[in-house]
């Protein structure tokens, strides 16, 4: 098990090519499987007056798609400097423009947005490159989740479906992680999750339940300018997720031999299991009753569990008080 981890970089550059490229240098230092862009085309995509989503409304939509967009020479340089570094090159387009800008680019994997799920046209489009896709959920519902999968298994089935609530940010008890699961069963495909909670804790839950892929954004900083700095993680943090996933992976992988596990760990269950011991001075001869023993530190000797064993036996020598006994001071 490997789970594909996406740092969504969307447009948290905000129209800087060159916090572009940092951004997927931060991703790559994070540990991050690939880093996501949003490929905007504002006139194929958007009319002038559609409205800015609530929890960004700092300019008019279409213009803000205008100015944070990048030319086709740029994609192939952001897409260069993903290579460089290590972690593939995904972005979402939003527009059928937007596709064949990013087939020219050279994308090997698509990433569908919660808002195009409806799109079917979008979807037939990407789906006819032949490429793998990554299809978001957050505003859709079970019929038009259904339709959605549906087109894209028309033409592929490299298809994984991500749950994702479109909170920005995203309360714990909305995150949906059996929606999830539910995916799972209903389309037989692998799944994962799109977190927009601020914290890891989601994404660790997900892949303990089998998620195979987690997106997480990313920012340089929660005070930057934009629409989705606010809800996204700073590198450390994503960092710390990161190698909390890598951690939880090899948890689930690696499978334990509890016999072989004891077995490596016999100097510490000398160091903390009990033996049998003696209470009081017993002589020779003498008949042991439950007064005269009892169990103690370390597991050297006759091991704790045999004490009823032990009681009504003959020692076999003078035994002092607080030693460990030994099968030879026995004679049943």
Known sequence: MTVYVIAEVGSVHDGSFG???KLIEAGAVC???AVKFQ???SAAETLRDAPMP???KGEPRYEYFERTGFSQEQWHQIKAHCDANNVDFISSPFSNEAVDLLETVGIARYKIASGEVTNIPLLDHVAQ???PVILSSGMSS???????VNAILRHHDQLIVLQCTSEYPCPYDEVGLNVMQAMKQRYNLPVGLSDHTLTPYAAHA???????????HLTFSRLMYGSDALNAMEPDDLKAMVDGIRAIETMLTTPVDK???VEALHHMKDIFEKSNVTLVDIPAGTVITEVMVGVKKPGTGIPARRLHEIIGQRVTRNVAKDTLLREEDLNA
């Open 19 to 21: 916090n572009a490229m």
């Open 129 to 131: 490159t032949g490429k």
């Open 259 to 261: 016999d072989a596990l």
């Open 142 to 148: 079970w019929a038009e989740l259904d339709e959605a």
């Open 31 to 33: 540990g991050v499987d």
């Open 39 to 41: 490929t905007h085309i």
């Open 54 to 56: 609530p929890y960004f």
């Open 206 to 216: 997900a892949v303990t339940l089998g998620a195979t892929v987690i997106e997480k």
